[in-house]
């Protein structure tokens, strides 16, 4: 495979193997969650699960900004966007409408209406999914069930569906 078909492999490679990983994981959980015997173990499944959801977000909209990023740019504003773009944040509703902003007003805008739409059912549950995986990583009380860990992970690839589909070779 030459350098530019590599490169205009869709979605990044590495997001592929995140969202393969994250897919068996909420197919465990769901598994799990049906079977076994001991429900801490799922418990803790589905704190894994709010955790990975949110990582693959985090990394889809970076690898799709980089991958994007290199395609259209070359020299230093190549480098000065790539080594921007590693300084990745938790992905609230705001952090993804600042990024997709700093590309397109427009974008911006389309995320926006995205996340507003069902009366902000995304925007409420991304900013839930970001709360989560906080509170999970910090120790604290999450009060996060199978279900709703479930819920997140659907919401965290919807989100991050849109980043692919946007920032993708046209």
Known sequence: MSRRERAEVWPPTETRIILDR????AALVQDQARVADNQEVVSWLA???V???CGYLEQTVAGT???YTGRLSYGHVRNFSLGWLDRTQNPTPAALETLAGRFDQGLRQ???ALLDADDGRLRRELATLVDRRNRIAHGLNESVGVR???ELHGVACEVADWFILRFGPS
């Not at 994250?22 to 994981?25: F, G, H, I």
């Open 22 to 25: 994250l897919s068996e994981l």
């Open 47 to 49: 704190r894994l699960l």
């Open 51 to 53: 955790i990975r959801s």
């Open 65 to 67: 900004f980089r991958a």
């Open 110 to 112: 389309e995320l926006s």
């Open 148 to 150: 709703k860990a479930l």
